[in-house]
């Protein structure tokens, strides 16, 4: 660990911290129909696809239409995705020829995309073509983080409103989160991405000469070697940049490389990697504030930023020094850090980020459920690949995705305020609503469904020897993780993976892919549920017997509830996957 | 219900229209007119011809050259279109890992006595594209490159040191040289043969 890595940590914090104050006051202007210094550029737009699509601005939903145009919304929009992945070969932007997609990836890959997970099965430099990246993939990228803030919006306005039948207008709220938040951020982004070297262009694949031509000896599965002699590079080509800024700034994840943010045309510099950092919490930070805000408690919005930050601050020390400290197993490597090397445990990450950035980089990804990477999970010590996992099971609410790390944390906050209650023998309260045995259950049913999914598709796999264990690349107790990790990862709409672990197979993408839309619809609808039943409510004023939700008790105790929801959960799966390999490899055990 | 499948649907095409195509095509445009270079790749040419990415890193294995990282991607490592990704994506305990790991320490230290070998020298990227190694990895080698090319160890010292950048802004990243340039600018300078 470095001075210099610190800094830059802090640093990234504290930009973080002071963006959550103008990005919050942005987003309550915009959903609340304000006035904003974009609306003379973007009104007529908006009015123009009202009229388009027929959708009436000034009328309210109640929670269950709200619901239904969201699940109808995702349904189309999914089917249009798996059409064009099938098609990709008759339609243009094609350069590479590259044929159509296999039904059950071309499935994963629906499903994935449209629940913010970007969890992927496939190699998209020789799978995907241009447009079935941009109309497809990056399209998905922008509509299913407008869904996460659209959601997250109509749950605040569930607890600020008061004894109202209705919680807003889907479509409204859907494309006001397009135009007004994401649409002109990442046009400004894109831009500057693309400085710094991140490609964009729709030209075919370059091939260039190598200075060094190499001659490889390869024995195949026949027993047979061959020698051939390489000369030359294929390097891919593609509209990256654009892609890349709605796949930081929606916490999407999803690489137009394999590669994904490691990849030198996706991250060219160390510029890129902190602009990428800052933009994966912008929203969700922006939106603890937009809910102080909106409810009239700002304190409150700084409090539950404050179980985020601590949160993040626990997990992003525990990464940068488990990595810092390099692998016990590797004998006659400096692993020191110095003026001339960041050093530590370098498998999986790039030179110019080092360890700190790649720690760091590791943490924000699976805090918010972005999982985007600049290095390999996989190869991470066992302690420091742990955390990414704890922090996807933790339920996305450290900042989280976009909108779903707000949605997702306000349930705990209700089950906090219920444990408080519990304690005291009063009926609970959240700012100012009553919260009765109705939110309690649709609480208890939203954080149930995560372990129940990742639990039971980790059991059945890592028993099945014929469809399960043989995705398994890394044996030992990292084969257990990297199962266990799979399911966390989709269930959570995170999309990072071990990624040596082969998913692209019949049983992994259907049941992943199950996964990510069960891990987003089935936890989302109890909170709708949530949103509908607050805004009925009648407004009790604070009285002595009252728990603040806005004091550092308050913080201390979500951040109780949110560890020990998941340790009690997931703490016997850790044990026996990257807890054991810590203690076997410290014991110099290989596998 | 009917009227928001309605909605689901012309949303769905209208957007698509506005967030698949028509902003991909704006950014498009914009950056082939203010960052052609950048926007396609940073291709080096040389005497009429594409030798390599300046972001894209290359195989060394001639003794003349600066070797870059260990590579997973592909036969030859380096390999952008590599179908499999470019990662090596092996865990800590990984016998496999561990093997690869020492076989190349065996060959370095033949090479250089005595010095301990910076730790990105033996280890794949998670790209496997990695076009950069650090300071130390340069030094390592310098002895035997200034050997092959018939150079002082100074003057290789001296190139080496042009080619190292420092952090962006002075804080950000991590210090590092470029493989291919550096390579490139040491052919222009002595060539190999």
């Known amino acids: 660990m470095t001075a210099n890595g610190w800094l830059q940590i802090f640093l990234f914090l504290l930009v973080t911290f002071a963006l959550a104050k103008p990005a919050g006051l942005f987003m309550t202007r915009v959903f609340a129909r304000e006035k904003t210094f974009l609306d003379p550029l973007l009104r007529p737009f908006e009015r123009l696809l009202y009229k388009l699509t027929g959708v009436d601005e000034k009328r309210e939903m109640r929670w269950t239409e709200y619901a239904i145009a969201m699940l109808l919304f995702s349904g189309v929009s999914m089917t249009l995705l798996y059409v064009i992945e099938r098609v990709q070969q008759w339609l243009p932007w094609n350069p590479q020829k590259l044929a159509a997609v296999p039904t059950d990836l071309a499935f994963n890959t629906a499903a994935s995309f449209t629940t913010n997970t970007n969890w992927q099965a496939y190699t998209p430099e020789v799978t995907m073509s241009y447009f079935t990246q941009m109309a497809g993939l990056a399209y998905h990228n922008f509509t299913s983080a407008a869904v996460g803030i659209a959601m997250a919006?109509?749950?605040?306005?569930?607890?600020?409103?008061?004894?109202?039948?209705?919680?807003?207008?889907?479509?409204?709220?859907?494309?006001?989160?397009?135009?007004?938040v994401l649409l002109p951020v990442c046009l400004v982004v894109a831009m500057i991405f693309v400085s710094q070297g991140m490609i964009q262009n729709l030209r075919p694949y370059t091939t260039t000469q190598l200075l060094d031509a190499q001659t490889v000896t390869t024995t195949g599965t026949d027993g047979k070697t061959t020698t051939q002699v390489v000369k030359e590079q294929v390097i891919p080509q593609g509209p990256a940049a654009s892609q890349e800024a709605i796949k930081i700034f929606g916490t999407n994840g999803g690489g137009f490389f394999y590669a994904n943010s490691s990849h030198p045309y996706e991250n060219p510099t160390p510029l890129t990697n902190f602009l990428q950092l800052v933009l994966i919490f912008a929203i969700p930070?922006?939106?603890?504030?937009?809910?102080?805000?909106?409810?009239?408690?700002?304190?409150?919005?700084?409090?539950?930023?404050?179980?985020?930050?601590?949160?993040?601050?626990?997990?992003?020390?525990?990464?940068?020094?488990?990595?810092?400290?390099?692998?016990?197993?590797?004998?006659?490597?400096?692993?020191?850090?110095?003026?001339a090397q960041s050093g530590g445990n370098m498998e999986g990450k790039e030179v110019r980020f080092g360890i700190a950035n790649t720690a760091l980089y590791a943490t924000v990804t699976t805090d918010a459920s972005c999982g985007a990477v600049n290095g390999m999970h996989d190869s991470f010590t066992p302690l420091g690949g742990m955390i990414p996992l704890i922090n996807i099971m933790l339920g996305e609410v450290v900042f989280g995705g976009v909108g779903s790390g707000l949605y997702g944390m306000i349930v705990f906050v209700i089950l906090s305020v219920f444990i408080a209650g519990l304690m005291v023998g009063r009926t609970p309260e959240y700012l100012g609503k009553k919260i009765e045995a109705y939110d309690v259950k649709m609480a208890m049913l939203s954080v149930l469904i995560f372990p129940l999914v990742i639990l039971t598709f980790t059991a059945i796999s890592v028993v099945e020897k014929s469809f399960g264990t043989p995705s398994i690349s890394n044996p030992g107790p990292h084969g257990l993780s990297q199962i266990l990790y799979a399911y966390t990862s989709a269930t959570g709409n995170n999309g990072s993976a071990f990624g040596g672990f082969n998913g692209n197979t019949l049983w992994y993408n259907t049941t992943i892919g199950f996964a990510t839309l069960f891990g987003r619809f089935f936890a989302v609808i109890p909170i709708l549920a949530i949103a509908g039943s607050l805004a009925k409510k009648k407004y009790v004023p604070e009285s002595a017997g009252t728990f603040p939700v806005t004091t550092p008790l308050f913080t201390v105790l979500l951040v109780s509830v949110v560890l020990i929801v998941s340790a009690l959960t997931f703490f016997p799966a850790l044990s026996l996957g990257p807890i054991l390999e810590h203690l076997m490899m410290h014991a110099g055990k290989v596998f | 219900m009917k009227k928001n499948l309605l909605i689901s649907i012309s949303m769905t095409l209208a957007t698509t229209v506005l967030l698949g195509i028509l902003y991909p095509l704006v950014v498009t445009l914009l950056a082939q007119w203010a960052f052609p270079r950048q926007a396609n790749g940073e291709i080096i040419h040389l005497g009429g011809k594409m030798v390599g990415s300046s972001l894209i890193g290359q195989p060394f294995t001639s003794a003349g050259y600066f070797h870059s990282r260990p590579?997973?991607?592909?036969?030859?490592?380096?390999?952008?279109?590599?179908?499999?990704?470019?990662?090596?994506?092996?865990?800590?305990?990984?016998?496999?890992?561990?093997?690869?790991?020492?076989?190349?320490?065996?060959?370095?230290?033949?090479?250089?006595?005595?010095?301990?070998?910076?730790?990105?020298?033996?280890?794949?990227?998670?790209?496997?594209?990695?076009?950069?190694?650090?300071?130390?990895?340069?030094?390592?080698?310098?002895?035997?490159?200034?050997?092959?090319?018939?150079?002082?160890?100074?003057?290789?010292?001296?190139?080496?040191?042009?080619?190292?950048?420092?952090?962006?802004?002075?804080?950000?990243?991590?210090?590092?040289?470029?493989?291919?340039?550096?390579?490139?600018?040491?052919?222009?300078?002595?060539?190999?043969?």
């Not at chain 2, 990984?94 to 370095?108: E, K, P, Y």
């Not at chain 2, 310098?142 to 962006?168: C, F, K, N, P, Y």
């Open chain 1, 153 to 180: 919006v109509a749950i605040i306005r569930g607890i600020a409103r008061r004894e109202q039948d209705t919680i807003g207008n889907f479509w409204v709220d859907l494309t006001r989160a397009i135009l007004w």
């Open chain 1, 285 to 339: 930070s922006g939106l603890t504030y937009t809910l102080g805000r909106m409810t009239g408690s700002q304190r409150h919005g700084w409090a539950v930023w404050g179980a985020m930050a601590a949160l993040f601050l626990a997990a992003v020390v525990s990464v940068y020094s488990a990595e810092s400290r390099g692998n016990p197993l590797l004998h006659g490597v400096d692993q020191r850090a110095s003026g």
């Open chain 2, 71 to 193: 590579s997973a991607a592909g036969a030859a490592g380096y390999d952008p279109d590599a179908s499999s990704g470019g990662a090596s994506n092996l865990g800590p305990t990984n016998s496999a890992l561990i093997t690869r790991v020492n076989g190349d320490v065996q060959r370095l230290q033949a090479e250089n006595p005595g010095a301990r070998i910076p730790v990105d020298l033996v280890t794949s990227s998670g790209s496997g594209l990695d076009p950069h190694v650090s300071p130390a990895a340069t030094e390592f080698q310098i002895a035997r490159v200034a050997r092959e090319r018939g150079m002082s160890e100074a003057d290789v010292r001296a190139l080496v040191a042009r080619h190292t950048e420092g952090r962006q802004w002075g804080f950000l990243g991590e210090p590092r040289v470029n493989v291919l340039e550096l390579n490139l600018e040491l052919d222009a300078v002595r060539p190999l043969h």
